[in-house]
């Protein structure tokens, strides 16, 4: 079974400064990949980064990176150089890496990001 | 381009009435979902299709039935709406490195 774990509930942040959000797993499988997303006020659900359980390096997309940490089991999301458009919900999710067949996605709860002007 | 399109946007029903959610995806992705969102619950699977031709049950499928249509489209089904149904739907498509999602349904049911 996969569980995935995002302990902040709520996190502010300064406009401009660097925010850390954070994400721990639990799995049995070899292989995975972990995910985050954003989810404004709006309500889509935007896709924002991927990262592999094989990937030699940590995952970057612009200001956003995945600081993973294998050992620890964890897949902390930094966004540096917060804007006030980053004020969202930011869900962590993790999916096994099977050879075939279904792949399930599971998901936090969510951390609730305010960007402070 | 689209990405990941489903229709309708906002939807109230009345208990007991039916519908379908429909939703498709450009992206030639082999696996679809459907979600459901309910505050404070995060999201919550439904049902799956790992691929064209195969549908599996997911956490909550219990009121709902879906449809693998092609490989483009999959369709969830409501037969006999209940208030409890009351959420935000999506439909998502994947590959292995990424996941897309449709922009959501707002479903009520009085």
């Known amino acids: 079974a996969q569980k995935i774990t995002q302990t902040q509930p709520g996190m502010f942040v300064q406009e401009k400064e660097a925010v850390t959000l954070d994400c721990t797993y639990d799995t049995s499988d070899p292989s995975y990949g972990l995910f985050w997303y954003k989810q404004p006020s709006s309500g889509e659900m935007i896709f924002l980064i991927y990262?592999?359980?094989?990937?030699?390096q940590n995952a970057t997309e612009g200001r956003y990176s995945l600081n993973f940490q294998k050992a620890r089991k964890s897949a902390n999301l930094v966004i540096s150089a917060s804007q006030l458009g980053d004020s969202a919900m930011y869900f962590c999710a993790m999916r096994p890496l099977n050879s075939g067949g279904y792949q399930k996605v599971t998901f936090g709860t969510g951390t609730k990001l305010q960007v402070i002007p | 381009n689209a990405g990941v399109t489903q229709t309708p946007k906002f939807q109230v029903l009345k208990t007991g009435q039916s519908m379908t959610l429909q939703c498709a995806q450009d992206m030639n992705h082999n696996s679809m979902y459907w979600y459901r969102q309910d505050p404070g619950m995060g999201l919550r699977l439904i049902y799956y299709s790992a691929s064209e031709g195969t549908t599996d049950k997911g956490e909550v499928p219990n009121g709902y039935n879906v449809s693998r249509l092609n490989k483009r489209e999959f369709s969830l089904r409501l037969e006999s709406a209940a208030p409890s149904q009351t959420s935000v739907y999506f439909c998502?498509?994947?590959?292995?490195?990424?996941?897309?999602f449709g922009p959501g349904t707002r479903l009520t049911v009085l």
């Open positions: 990262q592999g359980s094989y990937d030699q």
């Open positions: 998502a498509s994947s590959e292995v490195t990424e996941q897309f």
